[in-house]
């Protein structure tokens, strides 16, 4: 296996992530508001007992929204080679995956509306085994990947 | 050619019976209550009778409708089936779409001598529906057989006829049941079983049957905890000789073809070009007398077998290797495995013991304070076998790439190899969680498609550089590289 992957994520995927990351925490962050205030009213417990859920939620918060897409984005890289895909992600797992441009069977780009506002897209290709993605590109790019992979899935002699 | 057929007119009679599986289980609660209310008086008995032929010749008029409504034609390139009733609906399937034409046989067909055919088509899985004929004469069976098959012109064509390459005994049958390892699924049947049972009975009833057998739980215990398992044991092997009664393997060029089942016969076909990994598998019971069964895992084959199909339920293991290349030559390989490296064994048996190392202590710690005695400690018991466990599985994992083939070994209670040829794989992927970053390990999978999704050849904790070059090496140009 060749080194790192020389391709990365758009740099505004970072944004992205917190954002997604923070809606995601939302629910979280109310339970916890809701868990302090009914130790506080039915369980009789100082302000300082109460604060507990909402400062492990929020401590949480700080990795996901803070810390993870920093890293998240400083791993993710991906290169589009002539025979084969190459990607690595992961923060504390780190994943490697390779897979041969002869196997991919359709490639798509897609746009979720938080995306659409920074102009970023997902790249999802299929093999008979699934579908992988390289998300978080910025449009642009993301449509020359995508036509650069179907153009070199089209070349592939079938081996 | 491109006449409307109709079924075998058994179809009538097929129709009829399972409208009437339907129906029954609406006509059971009704006839129940009205038995229960009324007794058994001359009247209601009569009611009932009545109600029965009245529902048994409605199910056979619409069995006769439906029968009647049923065509199928082959013509030009596509296989057209015409159903309904009331709601009539056609179905078409190009002819290049399917995927294989199976026959299979149930007591019903059976009884009349034809056949129910199943066309089942290609990567479709559930958004593209497979066609079933309920009974077709064998002449009928055999010339759409032809129509469909012979538009794959490659099969006309290589046609030496077929040649049986392996038949599974009476002997081995039994082997088979026995050694099979579904102990576990037949004795939840048993509980499953026994608590309907329970339901049935009353519960008076049962204690006082548990009290006469047995007086105390040890020996209630020592009696139905062998009595359960010998009866799972039979159920299992009934199952097995259930499914698997004169399992025959066939192959006529490029296509391979199974026969299995004693009340239902049922046939198979696979064709060799959509075979993606073959698992040969030593259970737990049968690795000791050198026995394995093999599976195929195949692309999109049916609804259901997109997962795996067994090839060949019991065979020596010895045997696999010329059985492999007789069957499927292009899986036939044997290479000697390359081991993990010793410092993964510490892994291995952290895994198998953790989990168990964990429940221990939470059990013996809730015993103490439950009931204030050290007996909960005996939950440790369970912690060397699983450490064995551990151990076994890094002795036994290895992997291979020699002829363009992958070769993965690992255990999963029994021992199993994978084989998948490299231009069969989908993808491959290197992970290494922080603790496999530490000590230079990785995990290595290697995806093949089959049915919905991949299904992986894994090698946990290898050596990361051997992971990074076996990865580099199942590529493209691999073996020039």
């Known amino acids: 296996m060749k080194g790192e992957p020389a391709e990365r994520l758009d740099p505004r995927a970072i944004k992205v992530w917190r954002i997604t990351g923070l809606l995601n925490l939302l629910p979280l962050l109310v339970g916890a508001g809701v868990a302090g205030w009914a130790l506080m009213r039915y369980g009789d417990y100082s302000l300082f007992v109460a604060v507990l859920p909402m400062l492990a939620v929020l401590v949480l918060g700080g990795m996901i929204v803070g810390v993870a897409p920093g890293l998240r984005w400083r791993r993710w890289r991906y290169e589009i080679r002539p025979d084969e895909i190459d990607l690595q992600r992961g923060i504390l797992w780190i994943e490697r995956t390779l897979v041969p441009l002869a196997r991919i069977q359709h490639v798509d780009t897609r746009q979720g509306p938080l995306q659409r506002r920074f102009g970023l897209s997902t790249v999802v290709f299929y093999t008979a085994a699934g579908p992988n993605q390289i998300p978080e590109l910025s449009t642009p790019i993301a449509a020359e990947v995508r036509d650069r992979i179907a153009e070199l899935t089209g070349e592939q002699d079938e081996l | ?481």
Do not use: C
């Not at chain 2, 799972?232 to 698997?244: Q, S």
């Not at chain 2, 009664?245 to 073809?257: A, I, N, P, V």
């Open chain 2, 1 to 481: 050619m491109s006449s409307e057929r109709h079924l075998h007119p058994v179809a009538m009679l097929i129709g009829a019976v399972s409208t009437l599986r339907r129906w029954i289980g609406g006509l059971v609660l009704p006839g129940i209550v009205l038995l229960m209310s009324q007794g058994f008086s001359l009247r209601t008995v009569v009611l009932f009778l009545l109600a029965v032929i009245v529902v048994a010749m409605l199910a056979a008029l619409w069995g006769f409708l439906s029968w009647r409504a049923t065509t199928y034609v082959v013509t030009g390139n596509s296989f057209r089936l015409n159903r309904g009733v009331f709601q009539k609906s056609e179905r078409t399937i190009p002819l290049d779409h399917v995927q294989s034409v199976d026959t299979v046989q149930g007591v019903i067909q059976r009884a009349f001598g034809v056949y129910e055919v199943r066309i089942e088509t290609a990567g479709g899985g559930a958004s593209e529906p497979d066609a079933s004929l309920s009974a077709l004469d064998r002449a009928a069976a055999q010339s759409l057989r032809r129509e469909i098959e012979g538009s794959q012109r490659e099969r006309v064509e290589d046609s030496e006829g077929r040649k049986v390459l392996r038949r599974l005994s009476t002997g081995d049958l039994l082997i088979a049941g026995a050694t099979s390892g579904q102990i576990g699924v037949a004795f939840s049947l048993l509980a499953v079983g026994s608590q309907f049972f329970d339901n049935f009975l009353s519960d008076d009833f049962v204690r006082r049957l548990i009290e006469t057998l047995a007086p105390n739980w040890l020996m209630l215990l020592l009696i139905f905890v062998p009595v359960g398992l010998l009866l799972a044991w039979f159920l299992a092997i009934a199952g097995t000789v259930l499914a698997y009664t004169d399992f025959t393997l066939s192959r006529e060029g490029d296509f391979l073809y199974i026969k299995r089942g004693l009340l239902e016969r049922r046939e198979a076909t696979i064709p060799l070009s959509r075979i993606q990994a073959i698992r040969v598998t030593e259970g737990l019971l049968r690795q000791p007398f050198g026995l394995a069964a093999v599976r195929v895992e195949s692309a999109g084959y049916g609804e259901d077998a997109g997962v795996s199909t067994m090839l060949f339920p019991l065979l020596p293991h010895d045997e696999v290797q010329e059985f492999l290349a007789a069957a499927t030559p292009e899986f036939a390989v044997n290479p000697a495995l390359q081991k993990l490296p010793r410092r993964a064994l510490r892994r291995y048996v952290f895994r198998a013991v953790v989990g168990y190392l964990i429940l221990a202590l939470v059990a013996a710690v809730a015993w103490f304070v439950v009931f204030g005695s050290v007996l909960g400690l005996l939950a440790f018991i369970l912690v060397p076998p699983s450490a064995l466990y551990g151990w076994l599985s890094y002795r036994d994992s290895g992997w291979a790439f020699e002829e363009d083939r992958l070769v993965v070994r690992y255990r999963s209670l029994g021992r199993k190899t994978a084989i998948a040829p490299r231009r069969r794989l989908q993808s491959r992927e290197v992970a290494r969680s922080p603790f496999q970053r530490r000590v230079r390990l990785a995990t290595f999978v290697a995806e093949v498609a089959s049915g919905s999704g991949g299904s992986g050849l894994r090698v946990t904790d290898l050596d990361a550089g051997a992971a990074e070059t076996l990865a580099g090496n199942l590529g493209p140009h691999g073996a020039s590289a």
